[in-house]
């Protein structure tokens, strides 16, 4: 089946510093990538879509020059929190629309702690 | 907008009975996810509704879709401990931009 890798599952770093998580689609090509992220015990909310080789479309309300997302490829989409603060602090996960599948395929998770 | 109401948000049942979870939606969907999510963890794919008077079974749990009501349910029929956990159903729009939106999401706990 469809599997989405993300790294890393855990990260803490320190206050005004920056974080990349990366996403890859490991056997299927991933058109489309989404980014969500969650607070405890809350559920998940879209934070942005991109697809390939084109800027990501952000939902309202969400900082495009805080998060950074990349999808130079069809197997590759990362997120860059920059300038980290405490407030960021949260559960950021991708998942992943292949060409030609229905369905979406969701990566394991990054715990983000700011500190 | 879409908007996706789950309920209940918290459920504590006794194992060996049953209940229903309720995923009401506002407008027209394509497709009805169901997803199970473990404490620390991503998401696993349960079910899948894809029309109208689509059900679903996977063991002790059943997914079935009314598009007319708007209304997903995923019933748990004699609910054991391996359970517990939050359940989400996520609703894919059916024109536009294509994108999952989540519902609030249920905890259940299964007490022995």
């Known amino acids: 089946g469809a599997v989405v890798s993300q790294h890393p599952s855990w990260v803490i770093c320190k206050s005004g510093t920056s974080v990349k998580i990366e996403c890859r689609s490991l056997?299927?090509?991933?058109?489309?990538m989404f980014w969500y992220r969650q607070f405890p015990k809350q559920s998940l909310m879209l934070m942005a879509t991109?697809?390939?080789?084109?800027?990501?479309?952000?939902e309202q309300g969400v900082e495009k020059d805080k998060f950074l997302i990349n999808h130079a490829s069809l197997t590759l989409s990362t997120l860059t929190v920059t300038s980290a603060h405490p407030e960021d602090s949260s559960f950021y996960i991708c998942?992943?629309?292949?060409?030609?599948?229905?369905?979406?395929?969701f990566g394991s998770g990054t715990r983000l702690t700011v500190v | 907008e879409l908007k996706v109401e789950q309920n209940p948000l918290f459920l504590s049942m006794q194992e060996g009975k049953n209940y229903t979870i309720y995923c009401n939606y506002s407008?027209?969907?394509?497709?009805l996810y169901w997803y199970r999510q473990d404490p620390g963890k991503s998401l696993e794919s349960l079910f899948v509704l894809l029309s109208n008077g689509a059900v679903k079974q996977e063991g002790r749990l059943m997914a079935s879709l009314d598009t007319k009501a708007r209304l997903s349910t995923l019933h748990i029929t004699a609910a054991v401990h391996d359970l517990s956990a939050t359940y989400f159903c996520?609703?894919?729009?059916?024109?536009?931009?294509?994108?999952?939106?989540f519902g609030s999401g249920t905890r259940l706990q299964v007490q022995p």
């Open positions: 056997d299927f090509q991933a058109t489309t």
């Open positions: 407008t027209t969907s394509d497709r």
């Open positions: 996520a609703v894919e729009y059916a024109t536009g931009r294509r994108a999952l939106t």
């Open positions: 991109s697809n390939e080789g084109s800027k990501a479309t952000y």
């Open positions: 998942s992943a629309r292949g060409r030609g599948l229905y369905g979406y395929t």
